[in-house]
């Protein structure tokens, strides 16, 4: 009983299986051995320790990579180690239940002369690491004061790589030169069967010269490779495959021992590619039942043979007849007598020669014939017999006397693919269907795995000769389109399998070429063109519509019904089916998303009108009627929406652009449609607002007022605004702890200034106000559609809603569908339906389409194309190297970090580490930014980054620029404060606390004598208009690079 077999209750299974393979690559090694102690290194990445300790009755284990955790130390790497133990048999007796014995004590140090076990100093073999509290009291235990003299670590490694080197004994593992490895076909064998039966020998050669008697070839796994030649490592390389694993205690070495088997059956698949390489080696030779051995055999003609079953006369008179099989190739005739050996799947061998046979399903009419169970018959059952020949399942060709000879017809046949829906009950997996492969020879079906030569036509003493090659291009063409042909069915009733992703592709292609499909006995169809009709109402419209499908059609409705349900194909009206393709989910899926569909119609609300008509833009075949189509000309002019320029009233002048966005908003207006001005930040989107606010309410001294909602570090900055450009327009900040005896007034106003958060609160009490227009700037707050500040805003009553966002779209295509459900309900269905868009597998002509659609609602304007008159913005990064205080900080912080967070994903998995794994990515950026982020007694201290920060503040300020400086952490900007006040650098500062913001604000834009503004990122990086400033730094990465954007555009 080994030392393993003792320890195995207490590990997994997959823990024991991992510590096999460590052994296998030579991944561990011992360290040093006393009687009771054994010091192990497994190396897997890093070096892992492991120390077992004897007591007489029991094993002590502990290992370095649960040191310091609740976990059990029966790990991979500790089995490993036992496995070693045995392997190197470093046990004095028999371990057994309740006894451990001694180790044998081997150090892998140089020693004194006067070295003794007790001068150990443990430290001198491993790092100063808690392996576990009873390994720290050993490793005590058994310091001394006589130090010990250990060899230099270069030469440590050195020789552990010789312990995992292990080189290979030549001169014991080698077979003899005078050896031989023969291989033997057995001719009994393999009749019997119907496979090839390979045995594999060897023989010595005799010292007076001569082979000695062969014997059956015995050989080790863990021998394989020392085989002197290359094939017949080649060879039982792919005859054995890979070595078993063994489970339990039996290592890797115990498995590389046990002797290989000598006798395989070969199937035909396997012969196919190891009969030609035996053959190379002149070594491959007939056996027969008295154990004689032919000469070496050879790969014979590569043109295969053909299976004839020939009606031959059994007697001089011809009164009776018999039927033998025989071979045929072009001239050549083989009888089945000449053959030494026939078997399944197509090999004869006859003559010394290895070489195919065509067709051997037929494999029984050899095994019959060869048994004498074919019958002799008298001369009149002639024509009756070849009859019955003709009915049989499966029939070679046949040659037959002249007369009784059939006409042989040849038909150019039509495939035909049938596919099977798999039963609940079915264990095929869901993401594949079964299909047979069938030929239709006029009007007779034959099955493709089938290898009959002929379709008998009994009543016309004739039969339909297959067209075999026709039949393999075909055979061809579905394994080209993906599908996977089953040779050994294996109990599996059909011939192919179809990848359901492949499915639209391969229905395509069959159909191009002229093939038959059906499912489950049902004939499917191909669809045709797809028509579309668009019917209007008084605010609604219909889309109605039907596809081609021959002999029937189907409602469109229906169809995208069918498609949504996840479903292939629809049934028709005359029974059949009709194949709906696959990507006709991403062409019409969003417009059943879009609309309420019952089996006839789709119903879409007049704001859809224009995504509508963008989707049926891309379909060839639309018929729109009258009053859709004025809508539509009337529409196409926006296309041509012009400059709109701005009233006496408003107090500025608009640049051009700025212009053509006061035209958009016009448009908007006309057609009562809520937009998104998404501009470039810094483009003056709050100017537009106002100087479309100017125009709507000229001339209109009664109103309702218009609402804007805004991020609370804006509040100022719109009423700033509003002051400076539209002084004539009055305006209430609707905030405060006493906001609510405001409500009564909203009405006096024409602009009400309302932060998210109080709109949040408030909703419910000013839900029922008529509001004349709704503006949400920085609209990008409300792209979560489940929020409660977005439900908020889609409760709220208005005439005209707008949003203005220099970043509508964050992260992806779905925030765009919270907004729209604001400015115009409905307008883009379900959420699924648009965050749909979003994902990598999206077409891009839809989301072209779908893009077109919205065109209307949103004027995007981006500095580089309209305002050529600003510079162009310049982004650097400046590269800061870390101090060694600072290094050493930051990787105490990511080791502590690692080792924290694979312990935690090693006990409770990664799910449940995720905001380990943030926190610690945030600590290491503290760590990267200054030290006393992290430790307050250091805030005194400079840092790297801080100094390049400083140094290029102190330039630009001689030059006359004015600064941006962002980070996320308001310590940090503390700590900038601080060592600006000492190198007397002038700044003003905003955060999240900072109440007087408009102050600050025009302290930094208006004092010449300020070059700083520090800015909390999330305080101050949303529509704050700093143009003041030329340059921008952000002291640390923020998490979303749009937000960092928002930042860097202030300037």
Known sequence: MSLADIMESQFRADVRFRGAA???????????????????????????????????????????????????????????????????????????PGYIPPFRGISAYEQDEDWEEDDLDD???FPPINLSR??????????????????????????????????????????????????????????????????????????????????????????????????????????????????????????LNQHLPYRFHLTHSLSTQLLPRICATNRLRLMNEEGQVSEPLDWGSTEPWDLTLCIEPANKEESEWRIAPVLIRDQETMRIEQADLIVEGGWVISNGLIEPV????????????????????????????????????????????????????????????????????????????????????????????????????????????????????????????????????GGVKHDVMVPLRELTDTMRALFETNWEIRSDDKPFRQPGEVTFRVESGIDWFDVTGDVDYG????????????????????????????????????????????????????????????????????????????????????????????????????????????????????????????????DDMGLGKTIQVLAFLSQRYEG???????????????????????????PQLTALEYSGAGRSSLRSQLGKYDIVLMTYATLRRDIMAIKEFQFDCVVLDEAQAIKNPGSQIAKATRLLHARQRLALSGTPIENHLGDMWSIFEFLNPGLLGRSSVFKSLSSETDSTRLTEAVANGLKPFVLRRTKEKVASD?????????????????????????????????????????????????????????????????????????STKLDVLVDHLQELRAEGHKTLVFSQFTSLLSIVRHHLEQEQIPYTYLDGSTKNRDE????????????????????????????????????????????????????
Not at 378 to 383: L, M, Q, R
Not at 700 to 726: A, C, G, Y
Request: glycine content about 6%.
């Open 700 to 726: 209109k001294p009664k109103h309702d007022p218009t609402l804007i909602v805004v991020p609370k570090s804006l509040l100022f900055n719109w009423q700033r605004e509003i002051q400076r450009f539209t």
């Open 358 to 489: 065509e067709d051997f399903e037929v494999f029984e009419w050899v095994r019959a014939h060869r048994s004498q169970e074919l019958p002799t018959f008298p001369d009149e059952a002639g024509p009756v017999v070849v009859q019955e020949l003709m009915t049989l399942p499966s029939v070679p060709r046949l040659q037959l006397p002249e007369k009784w000879k059939i006409q042989e017809k040849h038909v150019v046949p039509r495939p035909r693919l049938k596919l099977f829906t798999p039963s609940v009950k079915s264990a095929m997996p869901r993401d594949r269907l079964q299909a047979d492969l069938e030929f239709i020879y006029d009007d007779l079906v034959v099955r493709g795995s089938t290898h009959s030569w002929a379709i008998p036509l009994p009543d016309d003493q004739a039969c339909i000769v297959r067209d075999h090659k026709q039949e393999e291009a075909c055979w061809s063409q579905l394994q080209s389109l993906g599908l996977q042909r089953i040779d050994d069915r």
């Open 22 to 96: 460590y052994i296998q690559s030579g991944r561990v090694s011992i360290s040093h051995i006393t009687e009771n102690d054994v010091y192990a290194i497994v190396r897997d990445g890093g070096e892992h320790q492991i120390h077992l300790h004897r007591t007489e009755t029991a094993l002590e284990m502990n290992c370095s990579s649960v040191a310091g955790t609740k976990r059990a130390p029966t790990t991979k790497y500790v089995w490993a180690t036992i496995l070693l133990v045995d392997e190197l048999g470093y046990m004095t007796g028999q371990p057994r």
């Open 870 to 942: 600003l510079p162009d913005r310049v982004e650097e990064t400046l590269y800061c190297k870390l101090s060694g205080s600072e290094l050493k900080l930051y990787n105490e912080m990511r080791d502590y970090y690692r080792q924290s967070i694979f312990s935690m994903v090693d006990e409770q998995g990664l799910g449940k580490t995720k905001m380990h794994v943030l926190e610690a990515l945030l600590r290491l950026r503290q760590a990267a930014c200054h030290p006393g982020l992290l430790d307050p007694n250091r805030k005194e201290e400079r």
């Open 551 to 678: 002999p029937a059609k189907v409602s469109v409705p229906a169809l995208l019904s069918a498609l949504a349900r996840g479903e292939r194909t629809i049934q028709l009206e005359d029974g059949s089916l009709g194949f709906i393709p696959e990507e006709w989910k991403e062409r019409f899926g969003v417009l059943l998303s879009l609309g309420e569909s019952d089996s006839e119609t789709l119903r879409f609300s007049s704001s859809q009108a224009v995504l509508v008509e963008a989707l049926l833009a891309t379909q060839d075949r639309v018929d729109y009627d009258q009053k859709f189509l004025e809508w539509k000309e009337k529409l196409a002019n926006f296309n041509g929406v012009s400059q709109q320029k701005e009233n006496a009233q408003f107090q500025g002048e608009l640049r051009d652009y700025q212009r053509e966005g006061l035209g958009w908003l016009k448009f908007l207006e006309e057609f009562q449609f809520g937009g998104c001005l998404a």
């Open 123 to 125: 430290d001198a073999y």
């Open 1000 to 1051: 600050v604000v025009s302290q930094f834009q208006d004092d010449a004598e300020i070059p700083v503004f520090l800015i909390s990122l999330k305080a101050g990086g949303l529509g704050l208009n700093l143009t003041a400033a030329g340059y921008v730094f952000l002291l640390d990465p923020w998490w979303n690079p749009a937000v960092e954007a928002q930042a860097i555009d202030r300037a």
């Open 134 to 255: 009873k390994s720290t009291a050993l490793a005590e235990k058994a310091k001394t004061d006589k130090p010990t003299r250990t060899i230099p670590e270069w030469q440590q490694r050195l020789r552990s790589m010789r312990d995992r080197l292990k080189t290979r004994d030549i001169t014991r593992e080698a077979k003899p030169t005078a050896y031989e490895i023969t291989y033997q076909l057995d001719i009994a064998e393999s009749w019997k069967t119907g496979h090839l039966t390979l045995q594999i020998v060897e023989c010595q050669r005799r010292a007076a010269g001569g082979w000695g008697k062969t014997k059956p070839l015995k050989l080790k796994a863990g021998g394989l490779e020392s085989l002197p030649e290359a094939d017949d490592r080649a060879i039982l390389s792919h005859l054995l495959g890979g070595i078993q694993e063994r489970a339990g205690a039996q290592s890797a070495t115990t498995a």
